[in-house]
């Protein structure tokens, strides 16, 4: 029964259901179901004004058996490489355990557009993880009206209490893989970061800093070099670095990718690992130990921080509060060949 005009624009502070958002609107009841659906066969100024609605009364979805489709939708901004193998497997562990299949799409960068939103709300999932991302606040109030929810690993920006999250200890392996090479003997230590406008670039950076200052050694500002988290960071970056009269004596990388750019670099310049050149990736994916030298790196826990993301996911969907918002896992330096004290 579709509620009076007085009860739907009511300010109650409650959320509205269907019929009142459609009755408040001046559009029909289906109309509106298309919207909160994320079906495309809407004029973009009814649904700008539906959206417009929900997003300032709520939505109340009236819940029933079988609403949501039984998946977990996993987000990457790029969907490539053992990074996204690693945390594909710690959330299809837990989505297996609880009978969910995962759905896996690729932002092609750090928001996703109107087309993925609208995909998600077609498919009504358990909820959704994204992966080195985050959303536009309309696609925040979207995602949250719908009651979706929605969970974070290691985001770009901070995520505040909007909504939860998975991180490493950024800062702390930062400063355990600069301390490794300061008490090798190490001073003249480069970096290659992430871009800085990430909240993990600057916490590794952050490390890397107190490190150098704990030791007492001076941070020469151009031995920071700023990358995309990509090889060819480690390969541009390391050749500019190794061709300067006075060379860094390591270098220490924010994830592993840069650091096998930093090998071919060195490979380019004649230079041996570790014997004239030290380096440190940040990840431990697989192939770090099948390198050769084989990579002394920061473990980052990808699998176990997707699965911990996945938990969140199924305990917000029962309608409970997940043990912690804000969840960090502990990174650790794992000592390997490509490290060794300064030739004298």
Known sequence: MTASSDSAAEPSGRAMTVAQIAELAGVSIPTVSRVINGQSDVSPRTRAMVEDI????GFRRLKKPGTKAALIELVFHELAGAYAMEVIKGVERVAGENGLAVVLSEMHGHTPGRGWIE?????????????????????SDQIRSRDIPFVLVDPTG???????????????????????????????IATITGPIR????????????AAMDDAGTPIAPDLICEGTFQA?????????LLSRPDRPTAIVTQNDLQAFGVYRAAAE??????????????????????????????RQPLTDMAAAAADMVITLDRGESPAHHRLELATQLITRGSTAPPRP
Do not use: K
Request: charged residues 20%.
């Open 158 to 188: 901070d995520p505040g209490h909007e909504f939860p999250s998975v991180v490493a200890s950024n800062w702390s392996g930062g400063f355990s893989a600069t301390r490794h090479l300061l008490e090798l003997g190490h001073r003249r």
């Open 198 to 209: 990430m909240l993990s670039s600057r916490a590794r950076l952050d490390g890397y800093r």
């Open 54 to 57: 929900i997003r300032t009364h």
């Open 119 to 139: 995909g998600v709300l077609a498919r009504r999932p358990v909820g959704v993880i994204a992966v080195f991302s985050g959303l536009t606040p309309a696609q």
């Open 232 to 240: 060819e960071d480690g390969l541009t970056h390391g050749r500019a």
């Open 269 to 298: 310049s004649g230079l041996r690992i570790p014997d004239d050149l030290s380096v440190v990736g940040f990840d431990d994916l697989p192939i770090t130990s099948w390198v050769t030298p084989p990579l002394t790196t920061i």
